[in-house]
């Protein structure tokens, strides 16, 4: 398995959730990581990646102030701590891997890797 995403669930409106993704070596090294979401009957959006080389980050607005990504190099492990959740979080979030280049943009096309979705609800 190249990815895998952990850490969904049900949480209250302004509650938090801890989302993870495991990576292989190989992918941590050569790439950058993007979460990405699709809630029921939308498409597919990326939320927010990072570089593991540099610690580069990038959030869509919606999440900017409540969305942090981060990443444990030697556990080869990306996080994102999801804050202030609101209904309109609820989606199935994915991890994905693609070139550095593109994780200012998040391109669904350019994703070479992805990672088994898990499931985030926020609802009352």
């Known amino acids: 398995v190249q990815l895998q995403a952990s850490g969904g669930g049900r949480v209250q409106p302004g509650g938090s959730l801890r989302l993870s993704c495991a990576a292989s070596?190989?992918?941590?090294?050569?790439?950058?990581i993007g979460w990405f979401r699709q809630a029921p009957g939308k498409e597919r959006e990326g939320v927010a990646s990072?570089?593991?080389?540099?610690?580069?980050?990038y959030y869509r607005n919606s999440v900017k102030g409540r969305f942090t990504v981060s990443s444990d190099n030697g556990a080869n492990m990306v996080y994102l701590q999801m804050d202030s959740l609101k209904p309109e979080d609820t989606a199935v979030y994915y991890c994905?891997?693609?070139?550095?280049?593109?994780?200012?943009?998040?391109?669904?096309?350019?994703?070479?890797?992805w990672g088994k979705g898990t499931l985030v609800t926020v609802s009352s």
């Open positions: 994905g891997a693609l070139r550095r280049g593109w994780r200012l943009t998040l391109p669904l096309n350019r994703v070479h890797y």
């Open positions: 990072i570089s593991p080389d540099d610690g580069n980050t």
């Open positions: 070596r190989l992918i941590f090294d050569d790439y950058a």
